[in-house]
């Protein structure tokens, strides 16, 4: 269903560019409120949380100038990031020095759901709110899921995004973040697990 | 015999085919016999299919920031 009366609605990618062609501002403002957030996540997982702000906008720069070029092989969607993630790599070998990213993933830190023998600590149970749906009408859970997914560290929330949000493959994620298969199966993991572990929390305590 | 730990780290992969035979076969095993597992993997289900579920499309935000870049990019355009 579309709402004509709001003036941020384009039916498809392909509406949303003619418009943009055509300098329309709201074309614009959809267009950069849809896409540069994702845009600044892609960045911050490649390059740090410093330049990514800086990157992302110079990404829409290139974007803009080739936008008339743009064949709509793939979604304008898909087609930002890829510009993100280039230069993000171009300015990464550029600076040469080591970007500090915000997580050691490697490191296998211990995990005080599980006693020295692997077992749970505490039995898991089932939740009362069993499905997603139920889940997403209660307000405050679904609060604590985005706020959780916001306060990721950056590289799991770029494959949290692109994995479950966006539908990529996990080949393709791989390519857009210069990682390997195994890093991103375990940064996927991790995204995920953080939610689960606030959504058990709420449901237990409640 | 796979702990209650390796469940839990491989449980993505099983939930995403992402698991050997092998693997699987030893994953299924466990869930048998694991009660804590069982509810464990359902509450991950659960919680991917929630992620999946999130309106992020349906929710954009136009602040000044966003008018802000908008404005700045639709210059950009017309002097090209
Ligand atoms: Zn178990």
Same mark, same amino acid.
């Given at each position: 269903m579309s709402d004509k009366r709001d003036p941020h609605h384009f039916e498809n990618d392909a509406a949303l560019i003619a418009a943009m062609l055509e300098g329309d501002s709201t074309a614009f403002e959809k267009a950069v409120a849809l896409y540069h957030p994702r845009m600044v996540t892609i960045a911050k997982a490649i390059?740090?949380?410093?330049f990514a702000e800086e990157i992302a906008q110079d990404a829409w720069i290139s974007a803009i100038r080739s936008l008339s070029e743009f064949a709509g092989r793939s979604s304008l969607n898909t087609w930002l990031i890829q510009i993100t993630a280039n230069a993000a790599k171009t300015r990464l070998r550029r600076e040469k020095r080591q970007v500090s990213l915000d997580e050691n993933w490697q490191k296998k830190e211990t995990d005080d759901r599980f006693d020295h023998t692997g077992h749970w600590q505490e039995p898991v149970a089932q939740w009362e709110l069993e499905t997603p749906e139920a889940i997403l009408a209660n307000s405050e859970l679904s609060d604590i899921i985005s706020q959780t997914f916001e306060q990721l560290p950056p590289q799991q929330q770029a494959v949290l995004s692109l994995y479950d949000? /966006?539908? /990529?493959?996990m080949t393709e994620i791989c390519n857009i973040l210069d990682i390997s298969a195994s890093n991103a199966r375990v940064l996927l993991h991790r995204a995920r697990s953080a939610i689960q572990q606030k959504i058990a929390q709420y449901q237990d305590n409640d | 015999m796979l702990k209650c730990r390796e469940i839990e780290q491989l449980a993505s992969d099983y939930l995403d085919q992402d698991l050997s035979f092998r693997q699987r076969m030893a994953f299924k095993m466990h869930l048998f016999m694991c009660h804590n597992c069982r509810n464990y993997l359902r509450q991950l289900k659960t919680t991917i299919s929630s992620i999946r579920l999130m309106p992020v499309n349906q929710s954009i935000v136009v602040d000044d920031k966003v008018k802000d870049l908008a404005k700045q990019l639709r210059e950009q355009t017309s002097k090209t």
């Open positions: 390059i740090g949380e410093a949000l /966006e539908g /990529e493959s | -």
